[in-house]
Structures are given as C-alpha cells and as structure tokens.
C-alpha cells in the first residue's frame, strides 16, 4: 500500500529566509509526485509533479522539489519565502491505478 | 474559463436530513473525485469515477452515495447514516483516471456543517 509521510505539521519561518519541507513516501514501484498548497478554506493548487527524468522539478511561485528515492523522499524547497506562501501544503503520491493518497498537510506561517 | 465549480460553498444540514453536494467540471475529463478534509488531517477519498455511470467507493464510502449521470456532473449525497459529516468536501477531476501520470485538479470545496 501506498503512504505519505509529512513529519512536520507546523513550520514557522520569516519572510525571506528560506523553507523546506519535507515528505517521505512509501511505494513499492517508480512513484508518482505531487505537492499542492491550500489557503484557508480553498482547494487545492497544483505546486508541481514528478514522474521521471531531472529529479529536481520546478513548479509554480518559485518552488521546487527534489526528488532522492535512495530516501523515499521528496522535500519541497523555496529560496526566499514571501509572507503570501503562508498556508497549508500536501504531499501526495500515486500509483499506476491512478489513486492518489495524501500526507496530512504542513502548515506554514511566515514572519514579518 | 475551464475549471471545477462547487456549491454551496457553506452548507448547513440538521441531523437526520440527507444532503447533496454539486459539483461541475467543464475541462471534458473522464475521472472524477470527491475528497473529504478534517481539520489536520489530508484528504480522504471518498468516491471516483472514471466513466459516466460508473463509480467506486474510496477508503471512508460508508454514509455518502453518488452518481455519474452526464460527464460534467459528480454530486455527492450526504446521507444520515454519515456517523460525523461536518467537514470539508472536495471534489476533482482528472483527464482519464488511469495511471499516476493523471493530474487531479480541485474545485473550491464545500464546508458542511451539522446542527
């Protein structure tokens, strides 16, 4: 069975340092890699995805995730964190069937 | 504009009543999904569907039901046997259904609430 691990549930950082956040999956195949945010009472917003190739993908708002299956990991990273990336992120990870099972979300407060 | 509708966005229901969610997607994708959100928790899936008339119970299907009647359209049925409904809905949809390589794209979602 397919798994997602985000061992942070809350992270606090001040505008302009840099984030990381991290996610650890457990697949017994090649697996496929999501991360998304969520604002306060919105949906989902697709960050970026991984499925093959350069392991270190770009996405939206700067973002990027690198992809280690030596560690089952797939952390998401930021250089310079802005006071509007406050909010929730998911890992997520699915299989060849197509379903997709979810971490339990990061929460990211930002600084003044 | 392409995309994923949900309504309402808030919704009230007293015990014992059953309640339908809606959800609209005009991006012609053949899977659609319905995810419920607890507070800290992620999403659980609830039920999909990857062809018109036809569906699957996800991992918490116990207490809801669906149907899949035209392509666009995958309401979700809150029914009174749902032990503890108040949370938040979501739905999505993805291109085919089949294969990790399908994105899945989110409505706005619902938040229910149980008097």
């Known amino acids: 069975a397919q798994s997602v691990t985000q061992p942070d549930i809350h992270i606090t950082v001040s505008e302009g340092a840099s984030l990381e956040l991290r996610c650890n999956y457990s697949y017994g195949a090649t697996p496929y890699l999501f991360w998304y945010v969520q604002s306060p009472g919105q949906g989902l917003q697709l960050l970026l995805k991984?499925?093959?190739?350069?392991?270190l993908v770009q996405g939206i708002k700067g973002f990027e995730a690198e992809f280690k299956r030596s560690q089952s990991s797939f952390n998401l990273r930021k250089p310079s964190v802005h006071w509007s990336d406050a909010a929730e992120y998911f890992c997520?990870?699915?299989?060849?069937?197509?379903?997709?099972?979810f971490g339990d979300g990061t929460t990211l407060t930002v600084k003044p | 504009d392409g995309g994923i509708t949900q309504s309402p966005k808030y919704l009230f229901r007293k015990e014992g009543q059953n309640v339908t969610l809606s959800c609209e997607q005009n991006?012609?994708?053949?899977?659609m999904y319905w995810y419920r959100q607890d507070p800290g928790q992620g999403l659980r899936l609830i039920y999909y569907s990857q062809i018109v008339n036809d569906f699957q119970k996800g991992d918490i299907a116990e207490g809801y039901s669906v149907s899949r009647e035209k392509k666009e359209s995958f309401p979700l049925t809150v029914t009174s046997a749902q032990k503890n409904p108040t949370a938040f809905y979501l739905c999505?949809?993805?291109?085919?259904?089949?294969?990790?390589?399908?994105?899945?794209?989110f409505g706005p979602g619902t938040r229910l609430t149980v008097l």
């Open positions: 999505a949809s993805s291109m085919k259904g089949t294969g990790g390589t399908d994105t899945q794209y």
């Open positions: 997520a990870v699915a299989g060849n069937a197509g379903k997709s099972t």
């Open positions: 991984y499925f093959s190739g350069d392991t």
């Open positions: 991006l012609n994708h053949d899977a």
